[in-house]
């Protein structure tokens, strides 16, 4: 089996398959994946809020806290969302811009992502179960980290057993009454200094407090020693939710506000969306006619090279995944010329060497390899240059220029791939069985 087959062999199963992925507009599923296009912010709707660090403008903000505070930003936003979809960068140092696509409700996003999220358990010693329930809501001042030194005379301070540092787990239940709660699992240190407070302090009450608020304040009844525990405070199905989400990626090391926030409507996503793909369609047939109207046979060869690296690059946007923006699908569009860029130099070459009289399977082989010094300079300045605007756009936070790049750079890829191997293989497979010298014109010769 020569390599001309061999080649047949992996691109017409790797291209069937690539358009069974690309394809279908409803979400598939793969084993335990669901693959579907995700969609930028700018295409579905959604919310943008840009957060800042909470600090007086003298005070230190190291890169490795921001980086910490991203990574807890992006797992908040993805709990909310689904994995992969919200954008969550760093805007130069103190700064966090975090996009929502699909998000319909800006003010509980934003309390979900911004707020501290610093959980405590707090010792309120023996008082009444009126008292205890008079507690939820209320603020409370705690030793940790440590005492405020401008605190007023007088001012109640409340010992804190132990911190969400302390959680292994996290996730939201029901109890008999359907009520919804919040049960967690300590670590050996947690649940070690749980089951010592809790066998020294049975009918004490310990206040569960989250960001200095009192959700909760149960009684110890007896000592617990499992390491597990429950949050109760009538909660809705969305309000416990937004709980386990803040325990669960812990507490951020830097205390953020919101500098800007914005909603950008569904219709005006849909609108983009739609107009998007009519330029995508405009623009790949054009490419299309014209490879077909200049170079003829080859350029149908071409034109089908140029469906199989469509349905590749759209199927690894998918699997990957690429959130699409608009600039996103620009750089798409833009790639596809890219792509007929490499076959246009072949051909060309191809052209010459059938004038200088040689036979067409070689014609297709000289021309190629005498192609390929421009065809890998070309695409290698696109990537360094696909590289640059993506260390840009996540240096400064600036999304539409990071899509653009991502699939114009993914695009590149896959159009060395089609160039190389799809339409190399499909001009031998079909030339190579034609004489030139009866069909000169089906070449433009």
């Not at 840009?50 to 505070?69: F, G, R, S």
Request: overall charge negative; hydrophobic content about 45%.
């Amino acid at each position: 089996m020569n390599r001309k087959t061999r080649n047949l062999i992996f691109i017409i199963p790797l291209t069937i398959l690539a358009l069974a992925i690309a394809i279908p507009t409803q979400p598939i599923t793969i084993g335990s994946r669901t693959i579907y296009t995700h969609l930028g912010l700018d295409l579905v709707g959604g919310v943008q809020v840009l957060l800042e660090a909470d600090l007086p403008a003298d005070a230190e903000v190291t890169a490795d806290a921001m980086e910490t505070t991203r990574t807890i930003i992006e797992s908040r936003a993805n709990g909310l969302l689904g994995v992969g979809e919200a954008v969550v960068q760093r805007v130069g140092e103190r700064r966090i811009a975090v996009e929502l696509p699909g998000e319909t409700d800006p003010a509980a996003a934003i309390a979900v992502l911004g707020e501290t999220g610093q959980l405590e358990f707090v010792d309120m010693g023996k008082i009444s179960s009126a008292e205890a329930l008079a507690l939820r809501g209320q603020k409370l001042v705690t030793d940790y980290p440590s005492v405020p030194e401008d605190l007023p005379p007088d001012t109640p301070v409340y010992h804190t057993v132990m911190t969400g540092k302390s959680l292994k787990n996290v996730v939201v239940a029901q109890n008999q009454l359907k009520q919804f709660q919040v049960n967690f699992e300590l670590d050996e240190e947690g649940a070690k200094v749980f089951r010592e407070y809790t066998t020294n302090n049975v009918g004490s009450y310990l206040a569960i407090v989250l960001d200095k608020e009192v959700i909760s304040a149960p009684v110890v009844q007896s000592p617990i020693t499992g390491g597990r525990g429950t949050i109760s405070g009538n909660f809705t199905a969305e309000t416990a939710n937004d709980l386990a989400i803040q325990l669960r990626y812990g507490a951020l090391p830097i205390p953020l506000k919101v500098a800007e926030s914005r909603t950008v409507g569904p219709s005006l996503g849909e609108d983009s969306l739609r107009q998007s793909l009519i330029a995508g369609v405009i623009g790949f047939s054009l490419v299309a006619l014209f490879m077909l109207g200049y170079y003829r046979l080859p350029g149908l060869l071409a034109d089908i090279a140029l469906i199989a690296y469509t349905a590749i690059t759209f199927a690894l946007f998918k699997l990957i995944p690429v959130t699409l923006t608009l600039p996103g699908i620009a750089g798409f569009v833009l790639s596809i010329g890219v792509a007929v860029d490499a076959n246009i130099l072949i051909f060309e070459r191809m052209r010459e060497e059938l004038r200088n009289g040689r036979r067409l399977e070689h014609a297709i082989d000289i021309g190629w390899d005498r192609a390929w010094p421009s065809i890998r300079d070309s695409n290698a300045a696109t990537l360094i240059t696909s590289a640059i605007l993506f260390w840009f756009g996540n240096t400064y936070g600036a999304s539409v220029v990071k899509g653009f790049a991502v699939t114009l750079a993914l695009g590149v890829a896959v159009s060395l791939f089609t160039a190389i191997v799809v339409t190399r293989a499909f001009l031998h497979l079909v030339l190579d069985r034609i004489k030139l010298a009866d069909h000169r014109r089906w070449f433009g010769i």
